[in-house]
């Protein structure tokens, strides 16, 4: 999508995101997952939206920071009781433009996806390694590819139906950039919105690699948030990658 930049999911969706992912059941599971691995913080959310994890996490004592490139996505999360007082920096989270050190960061609901390059991911995991302080920990929620979904290298999947709404997503894949580009369409009564989305998606041994590269090293991976097995059936994973080695400079 020609002019498809890293803020433009965000600003697209914001409108109807909590009402499209509204509160879904591994919430609380999540952030008890999170908790336990960052203790008091402070911990970093790359992708932190409208706040779905960040804002119970922090409920729980843990001092929460985050990054988006989406402004309307922040203004969501700053309209909720407790979004004003979380750190958040506006930018493209490869970079990890934040100061300080963190006990834990996280990427959840395959948001790491959201960077377009295997240059930027590259990039991403070496950022992170550089924020983390000793014993720290890369925590990656993501889906593991499934390519059989694609016919010809396209895929049309309707989401929801209802009374008043039909939301239809159509995705075009590009194997060689490992990229697909989707519209979400929904039709309304009064007109319809588009809603597109881009991602460049990864297999686990590929961000394992990705990993090593920026000096972290896979401590567990799970196949959900309840420390199910990895196992060939599972349709995600829960990865998470420690420091090793000294602390790196940050720069």
């Known amino acids: 999508m020609g002019e ?13 995101y909590d009402e499209w992912f509204d509160a879904p059941e591994d919430t609380e599971t ?25 804002l119970p996490l922090g409920r729980k004592g843990v001092e929460v920071h985050g990054i988006d490139a989406s402004e309307a996505m922040v203004e969501k999360l700053r309209s909720k009781p407790g979004g004003e007082s979380v750190p958040v920096t506006l930018g493209d989270f490869a970079e990890v433009g934040v100061e300080g050190r963190f006990s834990l960061v996280y990427v959840v609901f395959n948001t ?11 990039r991403c995991f070496a950022s992170v390694a550089r924020h983390l ?28 139906v209802g009374t008043d709404e039909v939301v239809i997503e159509y995705s075009r894949h590009d194997p060689v950039r490992q990229r697909v580009d989707s519209q ?17 998606y990864a297999w686990p041994s590929e961000l394992d690699l990705m990993a090593r590269l920026a000096g972290l090293t896979l401590r567990e991976r799970y196949g959900g948030w309840n420390r199910q097995p990895f196992i060939q059936a599972s349709e995600t994973h829960i990865s998470v990658y420690e420091k090793i080695g000294p602390e790196a400079p940050i720069r």
């Open 112 to 122: 790491f996806f959201a960077l377009l390059s295997q240059e930027d991911q590259v």
């Open 133 to 160: 302080g000793a014993g720290g920990a890369f925590v990656v929620e993501a889906f593991v590819p499934d390519l059989s979904r694609f016919t010809f290298g396209q895929t049309p999947q309707t989401r929801h």
């Open 4 to 16: 498809y930049g890293s803020e433009t999911y965000g600003d697209k969706i914001a409108g109807v």
């Open 184 to 200: 979400n369409v929904a039709i309304r009564e009064d007109g319809a919105r588009l809603y597109p989305v881009s991602l460049r």
């Open 30 to 54: 999540t952030v008890d997952f999170l908790r336990e691995l960052g203790g008091a913080g402070p911990v970093l959310e790359l992708g932190i939206g409208t706040g779905r994890i960040a």
